[in-house]
C-alpha cells in the first residue's frame, strides 16, 4: 500500500464530531513512518502551486528542513528557504515581530509557506501567512503542541501575550521517524500539553455554565477522550513507544481542530494557560526564557486540578465566604494592580462585577446550581492523585520550582493570571467567594 496514501488523515478521522459552531475546511493531513520524503507530493494533493518560502531555524533544518527543500525542488516547486531565530540554534519565543521580519525577507511574496519546526515556528510562518493572506503548510517536527491545526498563533505582540488569528493549513504532514527523533524535552511538553484538556474543558463547561460562553458539548467530550487515551500511557510516551508517539501526535492535531469546531481556543484552554502565559510575559521583560510551553503548562493544570478540589471540598460555595462589601473593594484593587503588572488591556480582561449587588447575585446563583454543575464540570476533571501521577511517571514537572518559578513570583502569577484574559475560569470562581491567596499555599507548589 502507498505509504503517503495510507497515512492520509481527514478532519473526521481525528476528530468524529458531528456539531460545530463552523465547518473546518482544512487541507490534508498525514501521520505515518517514513513520509517526508512524499513531501512535495502532498503539497501537489493539496492544491499548492508557484513560489515557495520555508521558514525553519538551524535545529529543524537538520531535523527536517533541508530534506523538505530538496524534496519540493524535486517535486518542481520553486523554493525559498529562510532561517529564523539564533545562529547557535538557542530556544527563543515566538513573536509576531519575528513573523513581520519573515515577510521582510521575501521580495516577491511566495504564493505558500511551508513551516519546518514545532509550536515556534509554526505560529511565526502561519502568521505571516495569514498577515498577507497566503496559503500555509506545516511539517511537525515534535508531537509538543496543537499549532500545526489550530485557529490562533500563541504569540508575545507588544509584551503581551495573545492570541492572534491564523488560516487553516493547507496540508500537514508529520513523519513519525522525525517526531520520535525530536528531543526527549519537546515530547514530554506535549504529553504535559495534551494532559490540561482535562481542567481546560472543566473550565469550558463552567463558563457556559456560569457566564454565558458559547459551548460545544460533543466538541469538549471528544476533546476530553482525546486526553484521556493517553493518561495511562505516560510511561510509553516516556519511551517513545511508536503507539503512544502516533497516538499524542494525532492528538495534537486533534485539538487543534477542536478550536476550529469550537471557534474558539477554549476546548485547549483554560486557567492553565493563563498561568503559562504570565510566565512567558515575565521572561521577555527580563530578557530570560521561559520552560517549554508544555512544562509549564502542566505545572498550571496541577495547579488548577488543585484548585477546583479545594473549591469543592471546602464547600467554598456555601462556607467561609468573604463578605459582599469586602469581596467588591478587594476584586476592585486586585484587577488594578495585576492590569498594571501585566501591561493587559483592560478592553480585553472582563470577568468583574460592576456592582455588590451584581457580585451578590452571582454568588446566589451559584450557590443555587453547584451539586449540578459539580457534575458537569466533574464529567472532565480526574483526580489529582491520579493526574500528577501520571505527570511523573512520564518525566513532566508538577511544581513551579521544576520550571524556573521561585515561590514568590510562582504566587504572584498565580494570582494575576486572573486578569490575562476575559475568559472565565476557576480562579474567578473561586476568587468571587474567597480571595484566590487563601489558596495560594495549598495550589502552588
Not at 535545529?59 to 516547486?77: F, M, P, R
Request: charged share 20%; net charge negative.
Amino acid at each position: 500500500m502507498d505509504a503517503l496514501k495510507s497515512s492520509r488523515l481527514s478532519v473526521a478521522d481525528l476528530f468524529p464530531v458531528r456539531s460545530g459552531v463552523r465547518p473546518v475546511e482544512m487541507g490534508p493531513m498525514y501521520v505515518g513512518w517514513n513520509i517526508l520524503p512524499r513531501v512535495g507530493e502532498a503539497c501537489q494533493a493539496a492544491g499548492l502551486a508557484g513560489r515557495a518560502v520555508v521558514g525553519m531555524d538551524v535545529n529543524t533544518q537538520k531535523a527536517a528542513g533541508d530534506a523538505v527543500v530538496s524534496c519540493l525542488q524535486a517535486a518542481g516547486y520553486a523554493v525559498r528557504s529562510i532561517l529564523i531565530g539564533p545562529a547557535d540554534g538557542s530556544r527563543f519565543l515566538s513573536n509576531s515581530n519575528l513573523s513581520r521580519w519573515m515577510l521582510s525577507q521575501c521580495d516577491p511574496l511566495p504564493d505558500f509557506f511551508v513551516s519546518v519546526g514545532a509550536g515556534t515556528l509554526t505560529d511565526i510562518v502561519k502568521y505571516a501567512a495569514y498577515l498577507v493572506e497566503k496559503p500555509f503548510a506545516a511539517v511537525a517536527t515534535a508531537a509538543s503542541v496543537d499549532a500545526y491545526t489550530s485557529n490562533i498563533a500563541a504569540m508575545v505582540d507588544g509584551e503581551v501575550k495573545k492570541s492572534l488569528p491564523c488560516r487553516a493549513p493547507a496540508m500537514v504532514l508529520a513523519d513519525m521517524d522525525v517526531i520520535a527523533g525530536a528531543p526527549p524535552d519537546l515530547t514530554l511538553a506535549g504529553y504535559g500539553d495534551t494532559l490540561a484538556k482535562f481542567t481546560s474543558c472543566g473550565d469550558w463547561v463552567m463558563a457556559h455554565e456560569l457566564w454565558g460562553e458559547a459551548y460545544q458539548r460533543e466538541v469538549a467530550v471528544a476533546t476530553f477522550q482525546s486526553a484521556r487515551e493517553l493518561l495511562d500511557r505516560a510511561e510509553a510516551v516516556r519511551a517513545r513507544e511508536p503507539k503512544a508517539m502516533e497516538l499524542l501526535m494525532r492528538g495534537q492535531l486533534a485539538l487543534g481542530i477542536a478550536m476550529w469546531l469550537a471557534d474558539s481556543s477554549r476546548p485547549a484552554s483554560g486557567a492553565e494557560h493563563l498561568v503559562s502565559h504570565c510566565w512567558d510575559m515575565l521572561a521577555v521583560r527580563e530578557h530570560t526564557l521561559p520552560a517549554y510551553h508544555g512544562y509549564q503548562v502542566a505545572v498550571g493544570t496541577m495547579q488548577m486540578a488543585r484548585l477546583y478540589e479545594i473549591f469543592d471540598r471546602e464547600h467554598v460555595w456555601r462556607d467561609g465566604v468573604e463578605p459582599v462589601r469586602e469581596a467588591f473593594a478587594r476584586l476592585g484593587r486586585e484587577r488594578q494592580t495585576a492590569l498594571a503588572r501585566l501591561g493587559a488591556d483592560p478592553a480585553e480582561v472582563g470577568k468583574n462585577w460592576e456592582s455588590e449587588a451584581a457580585l451578590s447575585h452571582f454568588r446566589q446563583s451559584v450557590s443555587l446550581v453547584w451539586p449540578q454543575l459539580r457534575d458537569k464540570i466533574g464529567e472532565f476533571l480526574v483526580p489529582v492523585y491520579e493526574l500528577e501521577g501520571a505527570y511523573r511517571r512520564a518525566g513532566c514537572p508538577v511544581e513551579a520550582a521544576a520550571v524556573g518559578i521561585d515561590p514568590a513570583t510562582a504566587e504572584r502569577t498565580f494570582l494575576d493570571a486572573r486578569y490575562l484574559r476575559s475568559r472565565f475560569t476557576i480562579l474567578d470562581l473561586f476568587d468571587a467567594f474567597r480571595p484566590l491567596s487563601s489558596a495560594v499555599a495549598e495550589v502552588v507548589r
